[in-house]
C-alpha cells in the first residue's frame, strides 16, 4: 500500500488505480466489468458506492471505476483522479441518444468533440468557446481496434447535455441540424477536465436510444452492444 490519500469523493492510495481509467456512468456496470473482464480485480474506492476496481487485462493492469451521471459528476471524478491519482488516460464508456440518420441503435459513436449546454466551461475564464475534443491518440487506437474487430462505429460529435427531460421537444432537432451524432451528459466536462490537468481523455457511447426514430434497445441489446465497446475500450486501454 503506497500513501493513502484522502479526496473528498476517493479513498485509495497512491499507485492504486492504473495509468489508464474506463468510466461506465453505472457504479454496477463497473462491478460488472471488474468480474467479467478483468482478472484478479481489488476494490480500491467505494465511496458513495461508487465502484473503482483495478484489475489485469491480458497482463497489463486496468482500472474500472464509475462516473455517476452528469457533467458535475464526472467533472469531480475525473478531477480527482487526475490531479491526485496518477492516471493519465480515461476512457468513458457509456450510452447515448442517436441525434442523426447516419447512426444506427447499438453503433458506437466516438465522440472527436463534445458541444454541451452547460456551464462548465466559465470556471476557466476564457475570452470565447472552448471546443472539447477527444484525444487523438486515444482515438486512433479506438478506431484500430474497432475495425480489428468489425464493430460498426462512427466519428463525430456528441452533445454533453444538462437536461435529461427537456421541456424543449425541439431543442434537439437544432443540434441534428448540426450535424451532432449523439446526445449524452457527460463528455463534455470530462474533455475540459483532461485538458485543464494536461491528461487524455475519450468518450465512446453505444446508441441506446434514437431521438429521431424513438427506438430504444432492450436490456438485452445493450449488454451485447455494451460488450462488443468493452473488448474495444480494453484492447485500447492496454496499448496507452
Ligand atoms: N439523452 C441524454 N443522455 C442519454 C440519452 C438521451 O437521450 N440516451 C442515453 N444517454
Redesign the pocket.
Known sequence: MGNVNHTPHINASVGDFAKTVLMPGDPLRSKFIAENFLEGARLVNNVRSVQGYTGLYKGERVSVMASGMGMPSIGIYSYELFKFFGVENIIRI????GLSESVKMRDIIVGMGACTTSNFAVQYSLEGTFAPIGSYNIMKTVIEEAERIGARYKVGNLLS?DI?YNANPAASQKWTDMGVLG???EAAALYMTAAYCKKNALAICTV??H?LTGESTTAEERQTSFTEMMEVALNTAIRL
Do not use: A, T, Y
Request: with cysteine.
Open positions: 457509456g450510452s447515448c441518444g447535455s435529461f446526445v449524452e451528459m441506446s436510444d431521438l
